[in-house]
């Protein structure tokens, strides 16, 4: 994380993330009750089937970047294998006889 962000906004950034880490578990475990308490006698379970759904959405990005970053360091190394053997064997172009 401190690579990709200016030092200058280090302590914000870092400012951010421990106050999301700390404020989360507060209003997460408030709100999972409240829903439990409304719907228990609807569906009891409805507050896990929350979470999951909570859940899917940053598992899908994480496994959608990973795909992505995987495919483009592929295609990296494949160009520069490419060129690398351009370099030692230059293409012989073929011309159509006449």
């Known amino acids: 994380m401190s690579k990709l962000v200016p030092h200058e906004e280090l302590g914000r ?14 209003l997460g475990t408030t709100s999972y009750s409240q829903l439990y308490n409304a719907t228990v006698g609807i569906y009891p379970g409805i507050s896990y089937l929350t979470a999951s759904i ?7 990005f994480s496994h ?18 490419k060129k690398k053997l351009e370099e030692k064997e ?9």
Do not use: C, H, W
């Open 54 to 60: 909570f859940i899917i959405f940053p598992s899908s």
């Open 13 to 26: 950034v870092f400012f951010m993330l421990a106050m999301m880490e700390s404020t989360v578990p507060v």
């Open 90 to 98: 230059p293409r012989i172009q073929k011309f159509p006889l006449p």
């Open 64 to 81: 959608g970047a990973y795909y992505l970053t995987r495919k483009l360091t592929n295609n990296m190394k494949d160009f520069k294998l």
